[in-house]
């Protein structure tokens, strides 16, 4: 009788065992999956961000060129063209084929939205409309790199 309580006990602690076990794999991988998720969540929101403050860029950029081609809507002579544009705040250059107008809005405090306008014949085009970095880059050639000559010759 003696032995099968020994038996009985040793079953109920094996499977004490198991259980905390599993529960302990359980939390384990509760834990796994929320930090996961707080993670995703996290880069979900910077991308939104992102996106956004471009497409608020691009909104100022499209306002912008209106502004310009109302200004700009009866103006033939270039360097008025020019004069006109600077004190809206953009710039322009006189090409062979009309004249050039570039503008920047900023997107964030390291990058902007660059816009270039064509204007000919008092046809606004857009030619480019990119990204630009506002940080300079700073390049370190001052390192001894080895000319493939051993220093011993």
């Known amino acids: 009788m003696a032995e099968k309580r020994?038996?009985?006990t040793a079953g109920i602690g094996g499977a004490l065992i198991l259980i905390i076990f599993n529960?302990?794999?359980i939390?384990?991988?509760s834990v796994l999956t929320l930090v996961s998720s707080q993670n995703e969540l996290s880069m979900v929101n910077r991308s939104v961000e992102a996106a956004t403050t471009y497409y608020n860029a691009e909104k100022e950029a499209a306002v912008k060129f209106s502004k310009i081609k109302t200004a700009l809507s009866n103006v033939t002579d270039n360097e008025e063209i020019v004069k006109i544009t600077s004190e809206i705040g953009a710039n322009?250059?006189?090409m062979?084929?009309?004249v050039e107008i570039s503008f920047?809005?900023?997107i964030d405090e390291n990058r902007s939205l660059l816009t270039v306008v064509n204007i000919?014949?008092?046809n606004f085009e857009i030619s480019s409309q990119k990204i630009v970095s506002e940080n300079e880059f700073i390049i370190d050639d001052f390192i001894d790199v080895w000319d493939g000559l051993s220093p011993l010759q």
């Open 23 to 25: 529960v302990l794999t």
């Open 92 to 94: 322009a250059n006189i």
């Open 27 to 29: 939390t384990v991988f």
């Open 104 to 106: 920047k809005i900023s």
């Open 6 to 8: 020994h038996k009985k």
């Open 96 to 98: 062979i084929d009309g």
């Open 120 to 122: 000919n014949d008092n």
